[in-house]
Each structure stands twice: as structure tokens, then as C-alpha cells.
């Protein structure tokens, strides 16, 4: 199989089949948090999406160029967290810079992308999962993808769910929870189609 199959397969199976939110359930917080209103919920995934789909191929680079040679692997984690905290803060600068009103509407949860766990895991899956360069971008870029595809997805259904009549015990987390499900089990459904290795 060349490269560039490689890659898209990894992208195609990080966006659908295995999906970091829905099958494999990183990133819950905020997304559940942040997903009440389109606007909010595409300004959050645009910024996972940049976040992961750079952050993996820093980590990447930090493996395999400085971790790994000099057999300090048993620092990954801290080394991930202090490359994703950095680059966070200067998407968060950026962020404020170009649409204040994007920035307060974020809130807490733009600072919190930095301890999302979907953000780490893709990091540590990358690794555990031994990508090339070329993988690793595609891995995070399809992450990144599927996960606002999710976020969206959930927002859009909770602005509608504001007509609705939901039952008095479901209203608020349940009824989210509930829908969260139903997504998973609907990205499911492309279980089998492309795998990551």
C-alpha cells in the first residue's frame, strides 16, 4: 500500500470508524460543555482540530528525534503535556486577537482544550500505534475532524432540542448522555470499513 493510502486510511478511520469522541470516548467534557450552540461548537472543534492535528506532529517529532534516541520514552507524557499546554496558549492568543467575541463565547473551555484528554490520547496512540510522520498528521487531522464532527453534531441537535418537550427526568445531562449514545452508536455502524492498525 503507498504512503498516501496509508495516510488516508488513517484520516478516513480517525474521522469514522474510530472516532477519539465516539468510539473511544476521550474528550467528554468538553464536549458535552461547549456543545449548547453551533457558533460556539464550530470555534471549539476548528480549534481541537488545529491543536491536534499540529500538537501530533510535534509530539511525533519529539518522539522520534529526541524521547526515543536518547531512551527517554518513560517522559512522553510529561513532554506531550508541556508541547500541548504551549501550543494552546498560542491558539488561545490568537484566538483572542482575531474574535474577541469568539474568545468569551469559549470561555473556560478553550484553556481546557490543553487537558483534553482526546488531545493526549492521539499523542499516545500515535506512538503506541508506531505512525510515520505522514501518519501521525493524518491521524490528527482525522481526530481533529471527527471530533468537531461530533461537537457539531450534538449542538445542532440541542439547539432543536430547545422546541422540545423532553420528559421533567431527562431534561439538561440526561437527555445529552442519552444522544451521545445514539451517536455512537450510529458512528459504529462504520466499524469494519477501515481500521487503524
Do not use: H
Not at 41 to 48: E, N, P, T
Not at 111 to 134: D, H, K, Q
Not at 157 to 168: D, F, G, L, Q, S
Amino acid at each position: 500500500m503507498s504512503e498516501m493510502a496509508a495516510v488516508l486510511g488513517v484520516l478516513f478511520a480517525a474521522v469514522f470508524t474510530n472516532n477519539i469522541l465516539l468510539t473511544n470516548y476521550l474528550g467528554m467534557c468538553s464536549f458535552l460543555g461547549a456543545s449548547r450552540e453551533v457558533k460556539t461548537s464550530l470555534g471549539l472543534g476548528a480549534a481541537v482540530v488545529f491543536v491536534l492535528t499540529c500538537t501530533s506532529v510535534l509530539n511525533w517529532l519529539c518522539y522520534r528525534y529526541i524521547l526515543a534516541p536518547l531512551d527517554l520514552t518513560y517522559l512522553r507524557f510529561i513532554v506531550f503535556i508541556v508541547v500541548i499546554a504551549a501550543f494552546v496558549q498560542v491558539v488561545e492568543m490568537i484566538i483572542e486577537r482575531i474574535s474577541e467575541r469568539l474568545y468569551a463565547a469559549l470561555g473556560i473551555f478553550l484553556p481546557l482544550i490543553t487537558v483534553n484528554c482526546a488531545i493526549l490520547g492521539v499523542s499516545l496512540f500515535m506512538v503506541i500505534r508506531e505512525y510515520t510522520l505522514a501518519e501521525a498528521f493524518g491521524y490528527g487531522l482525522g481526530s481533529g475532524i471527527g471530533w468537531m464532527l461530533a461537537i457539531l453534531a450534538m449542538a445542532g441537535i440541542r439547539e432543536k432540542m430547545v422546541r422540545a418537550k423532553v420528559p421533567v427526568g431527562l431534561e439538561g445531562a440526561g437527555i445529552t448522555l442519552i444522544i451521545a449514545g445514539i451517536m455512537a452508536l450510529a458512528f459504529m455502524g462504520f466499524n469494519g470499513m477501515v481500521t487503524l492498525n
